[in-house]
């Protein structure tokens, strides 16, 4: 990353900056051990190197730290900085041992993190407490913009069928213009669910509502009025939510009430011209019964960012259907967004490790 000089110069004086005894000792005494396991956007990096609070060894890669080698490298740290592929629960929380006090997850996705096992509290063999009690800082907001721009593409890509048209263009398939060639379904004047209301899916709807949507509905586990107001969304039963929807966005975290909550039930009572979209976490569907429900047009066809498992298997049915877009899990993937996710992960593990308020912490 390129600096300005007066950046740079700016830099300096706080690096050199003298330190107070007392800061000094501080400083000093709170050198934490902390293991980072994946080469994460250079942002978040800095931030931990110039702290000067923590000593880190990182998984330098781009891809997942092996779970061996994740057992080993854990232990005896006081912070852990993850990402969404690594599953903390009670085997790598006992591998880490009892210095590990703040866990931060650079991703507003919790669901790799066992709730349970990082607030723990058990009587052991003397009827003593024993308490894990890791405070968990993860990166809500702002991936917000990134996640929704993704989720329009992803909409219009399906609904428009650009991936279809694109591959007929480079194949031949392009014989001459025809009146009901690779149609597919507009936003103007339909009715858009949301299934989870949250800053996700009201960013999402603020940016629709310009391709003239008519109505806004959504459902969750309860009416959520003061969010629905911004974008005037309807509180409706997930059935109606079903029955109404031209195009259906998934924006629900995954948790146990929501595991394959989009299944055949949902899908059946869906319209035959219906667009379906996720791009919360695969764990939300039914894969099979939505492959049941494109491949015998009980829906138009359904855009997918994240999928179970990922990576999806290249020879997974889904893959084989035309009405089905398939992405690799990028509606973060934007070079500001995972920069600030990498900022605020850092800016967490930090500040846990401070014993000070986290900027992004996670109510356990
Ligand atoms: O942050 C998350 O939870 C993601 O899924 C990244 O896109």
Redesign the pocket.
Known sequence: MWCSRAAVRRLQRVAVAPLTVSAMHKTMSTVSRVYVTRQIPPEGLEILRKSGQVQFELWNSDDPVPREELLKKVKGVDGLLCV?TEKIDAELLDAAGPNLKVLST?????DHLSQPELKKSELNFVCVCFLRGIRVGY?PEV?TDA?AELTVALLLTTSRRLIEATHEAKTGGWGTWRTLWLCGYELANSTVGILGLGRIGIAIAERLKPFKVKKFIYTDVAPRPELAEIIQAEYVSMDELAKQSDFLAVCCALTPETQGICNHNLFSKMKNTAIFINTS?GGVVNQEDLYEALSTGQIAGAGLD?TTPEPLPTNHPLFTLKNCVILP?????SYTTRNA?SALAANNLLAGLRGEPMPKELKL
């Open positions: 969404l650079m991703s507003v996705g919790f990166t991936l996640v976490r994240v899990h990028i509606a973060s993937a996710m």
